[in-house]
C-alpha cells in the first residue's frame, strides 16, 4: 500500500523525486501513512477544499480492506 501512496502521490506532483511516504503502526493497529512532497507541491496533493487528498485517503482504505487493516493518509509539509 505504500507504493500505491507514493505512485499516486508522484503522478500528482511537479517535483516528483521529492516525494516520500513513511510508515508507521500506532499502538491500536492503524497504519499511518505520512507523504512529504516539496513545498510548492502541496496543494496539488491536498487539492481544493481537500477533495485530492480524500480521494487517496478512500482509494487506500478500500486496498486496505482486503488485509483487514485501518490506514490513514497525513500529508505533511
Request: glycine share 6%.
Amino acid at each position: 500500500m505504500k507504493d500505491l501512496v507514493e505512485f499516486v502521490a508522484r503522478a500528482l506532483v511537479d517535483d516528483p523525486d521529492a516525494v516520500s511516504v513513511d510508515s508507521y503502526e500506532e499502538d491500536d493497529g492503524t497504519l499511518v501513512y505520512e507523504v512529504h512532497v516539496a513545498e510548492d507541491d502541496v496543494g496539488k496533493v491536498i487539492g481544493r477544499s481537500g477533495r485530492t487528498v480524500n480521494a487517496i485517503r478512500a482509494v487506500v482504505r478500500a486496498a486496505a480492506i482486503r488485509d483487514g487493516r485501518r490506514v490513514l493518509v497525513d500529508v505533511v509539509d
